[in-house]
């Protein structure tokens, strides 16, 4: 705790005020490391862009040509029983996409194999609604920066903890401020195995 004093120049006077400034250069977006902290007023400033070519993308080819779907590839371990990778399609099951404010939920259910993820995306705080951009350096929802935004998904209802990962919005339309139109890709890591990565595109009454 700074010692205050009345005597011009003291020592601990120094100290108290040396206290002083540094409170104030962090509130004001500094910090003692020096790497500047956010200084949008508690907002960040998006998705990144241009998208980083060098992202993970499903093989040509790997996913159907019209049509929802989402496509997924994970370790076998994961989810026994279960052979990656695997593209789910309302033919097989069911594919749903809603948006409510800054999250997005994707639900795909192949029946065939015994097959459900569930994902959940958040855009970070600040941003009405997801948009095309690069979101990275992410955690899971319970331990996500909220100026980065989270990612969290599960398969037959097994999740991981820590979560790390990304997403990528190529693609989103929204009409009349509902969502119509999206294709996100994504790369979750959990600890003990490889990471997981899929890809979801969706179009509303389009199967």
């Known amino acids: 705790m700074a010692t205050w004093t ?17 409170a104030l250069a962090v509130a004001c977006g500094s910090s003692s490391s020096g790497v500047p902290q956010d200084s949008t007023g508690g907002q960040s400033s998006g998705p990144m ?27 076998a371990g994961f989810t026994v029983g279960v052979t990656y990778p695997r593209v789910v399609t309302p033919a097989t099951g069911s594919v749903g996409v809603t948006a409510e404010g800054g999250a997005l939920s994707v639900a795909a259910t192949d029946t065939v194999v015994g097959l459900a993820l569930r994902g959940v995306f958040n855009t970070m705080i600040g941003h009405p609604r997801l948009d095309e951009g690069y979101y990275h350096d992410l955690r899971g929802i319970a331990d ?3 100026l980065r935004g989270s990612l969290d998904v599960t398969l037959n209802s097994r999740g991981c903890a820590p979560v790390t990962g990304w997403f990528v919005v190529d ?18 890591r959990c600890p003990g195995f490889g990471p997981m990565h899929g890809q979801v595109h969706w179009t509303e009454n389009l199967t």
Request: net charge neutral; hydrophobic share 40%.
């Open 49 to 75: 862009l241009p998208i980083p070519a060098s992202l993970w993308r499903p093989p040509a080819g790997a996913t159907p040509a019209t049509g929802s779907y989402v496509y997924v590839e994970m370790d």
């Open 144 to 146: 996500a920066d909220p």
């Open 171 to 188: 693609h989103v339309f929204y009409f009349n401020g509902r969502l119509t139109a999206m294709d996100l890709r994504f790369e979750q």
């Open 6 to 22: 009345t005597r011009h120049g003291s020592r601990a006077e120094g100290r108290a005020w040396s206290s002083l400034a540094l």
